[in-house]
């Protein structure tokens, strides 16, 4: 509570309301320095002191007032910023106090509130002229703290001994004074932080403006680009893909003028020529002629491939040549050859009428449209040769495998002629037929399949395994038959290795697997796996002898295998003892279809 001699000691509701007047200027948008020498002004008029100051804690080099720095360039000092009482101004001794060993510096130091009396007799007093004013008999210092961060002092000098209740109407404003400085560091922070984000948000709205616009004319472009892709491929013929691509230009594009001359064998040759007209639709022109004089821009970029651009009219020369060759007066023109990967097929002229210049970004999109005109005129040429190349391919396919055959059907029946000789030479001759009628076989389907890039794998199987069965069954044998495949395209010499393996296994199977049973089964599988093919044959015979190595143990049959799967086809076989006898093909699918 306060003391009860209120003629002399601060009124509790007094101080009040000059606390509560300092609120109201520091959220108000007073400045800082308004509202700090309000709280030394109200602390002078509270406990009548002498004197009354404030000071803060920051780096020497920004404190308004130093006009010489001492120590580094950053070092902390406490800086006088508000002063009432017997000195008002600020600009005297002890402006700058280091934040060092001084009793005032110590308590900023240490955050610890300094109260001395009987200055005149105290030998630990601050040495300072104003501490030294006649009358001057207390000083209460106390330190500006802010979540344990020091942000400086504020000091009273009274002509009187200062009481607890003083002290605390000191600690008070103190309060006050740090709450005040600590909303102005975080209102310039905050102010700082806005500029930086505005200058932020300026800078990126004036990018996004310059991307959108640069989008803007690259969608035009595109579009551009985009309507003159779908004119090319609506014909396969070079003049008609002009025309079209002319008509285009000029209603998707600002240019008002366009022709295209294809490369003939003396002179290039209009094949079309459009012009917008003054409502903005499409007319063709009846002006230009058809073959341009020997001095004009197009029979010069024809010849020598190099462009020819007209900025403005200030090339009168140039635009009378280039209007020459459009058969209307032009302003401005670029005029670009139309090549492919290995001549010039012809030259594109796009022109303006109007006093505009052409810039960079019409040069790229022209260039553009001329390698979209040159690719599309290439494979129009290529599409034309290609269907003429066809149409011989397929004949002389058709006939090569119709030859093909009869001369391996002759083979075969000539060495069943051969079958009927004695002795190990019929076993061997009868091997022999059934490979030329499994060769036969692929070149029979090769001929008949549509798809020239392999023969499909079943039908050969379906038809190859009954025949050697047939050629190596006796006539008390009942030998059944079991394909699985899987619908499977192979080139023609994979599958002519594929079906003298089948062949080979097949035969085996018959002649030493069954051979001394009455009935049997032969299965047949053809599968994809794990990014191999996987060929199996398999019986249900005697099986094949225990230590059986086919190196060591096999017959003429399973060494042609062998060499089959591992020299043609690149893969692995193995020979399998299970129920009978299993040979797994292993081969990479390269080529498979």
């Not at 007047?21 to 959220?27: N, T």
């Not at 200058?199 to 989008?215: F, H, N």
């Not at 049959?557 to 093909?585: M, N, P, W, Y």
Request: charged letters at 25%; aromatic letters at 2%.
């Amino acid at each position: 509570m306060p003391p009860d001699n209120p003629d002399n000691l601060p009124n509790e509701r007094t101080a009040l309301h000059s606390i509560d007047r300092i609120a109201h200027q520091a959220v108000t948008g007073s400045s800082l320095d308004d509202v700090l020498q309000a709280v030394t002004s109200g602390l002078t008029d509270e406990l009548h002191a002498a004197l009354a100051r404030i000071w803060l804690l920051q780096p020497d080099s920004k404190c308004p007032i130093c006009s010489v720095k001492q120590g580094a360039p950053d070092s902390l000092s406490l800086h006088l910023v508000a002063s009432s009482g017997l000195s008002l101004g600020i600009d005297c001794e002890h402006h700058r106090i280091p934040f060092g060993n001084h009793p005032m510096a110590v308590v900023a130091r240490d955050r610890t509130p300094l109260l001395m009396d009987d200055l005149d007799t105290r030998p630990d007093a601050p040495e300072t002229c104003w501490i030294e004013w006649p009358g001057i008999r207390s000083m209460a210092v106390y330190p500006l703290v802010f979540r344990g961060k020091a942000l400086g002092i504020v000091a009273v000098l009274s002509t009187r001994a200062l009481s607890e209740y003083e002290f605390d109407t000191l600690r008070a404003f103190a309060a006050q004074a740090t709450i005040t400085i600590q909303n102005a560091f975080l209102l310039d922070e905050a102010e700082a932080a806005r500029a930086d984000l505005q200058k932020l948000v300026d800078e990126r709205t004036a990018d996004l403006r310059r991307k959108a616009a640069e989008a803007e004319d690259r969608a035009r472009e595109l579009t551009a680009l985009n309507n003159v892709t779908g004119a090319l491929s609506r014909s396969s013929d070079s003049y008609e893909i002009a025309r079209n691509v002319v008509q285009t230009l000029i209603c998707s594009t600002g240019i008002e003028v366009a022709s295209i001359h294809l490369k003939a064998r003396t002179h290039p040759r209009l094949a079309a020529c459009g012009r917008k007209t003054a409502e903005g639709g499409f007319e063709w022109s009846d002006s230009a002629p058809l073959s341009p004089p020997p001095d004009c821009c197009v029979v010069r970029v024809m010849e020598s491939g190099e462009e020819i651009i007209l900025r403005d009219a200030s090339d009168a020369a140039l635009c009378k040549s280039i209007g020459c060759a459009l058969g209307s007066p032009v302003n401005s023109a670029m005029c670009l050859p139309i090549d492919s990967r290995e001549t010039r097929l012809g030259v594109l002229t796009v022109a303006g009428t109007k006093p505009r210049a052409i810039n960079n970004r019409d040069m790229d999109l022209v260039r553009a449209i001329a390698h979209q005109i040159g690719l599309a005129l290439e494979n129009a040429n290529l599409l034309e040769s290609a269907q003429e190349r066809t149409e011989m391919l397929s004949l002389a396919i058709q006939e090569t495998h119709h030859r093909v055959k009869n001369n391996l059907q002759a083979i075969s029946s000539l060495l069943e002629m051969q079958q009927m000789q004695p002795g190990d030479l019929r076993e061997g001759l009868r091997r022999v037929r059934n490979q030329v009628r499994a060769i036969a076989l692929v070149h029979d389907y090769l001929s008949q399949d549509a798809d020239l890039r392999g023969v499909n794998v079943r039908p050969v199987l379906e038809a190859l395994a009954p025949m050697v069965i047939s050629s190596h069954t006796r006539l008390d044998q009942d030998i059944r038959l079991s394909i699985d495949a899987e619908p499977l395209s192979i080139p023609s010499r994979e599958a002519t290795s594929l079906a003298l393996i089948v062949s080979e296994l097949v035969a085996n199977a018959v002649v030493h697997g069954l051979n001394d049973r009455d009935r049997g089964t032969i299965t047949l599988s053809v599968h994809r796996v794990g990014g191999t093919l996987t060929l199996e044959v398999s019986d249900d015979g005697k099986g094949i002898p225990e230590g059986f190595h086919v190196d060591r143990d096999g017959n003429l049959g399973t060494e042609l295998v062998q060499r089959l799967v591992r020299r043609h086809l690149k893969g692995s076989v193995e020979f399998i003892r299970d129920a009978g006898t299993r040979v797994r093909v292993t081969v990479p699918e390269v080529g498979f279809l």
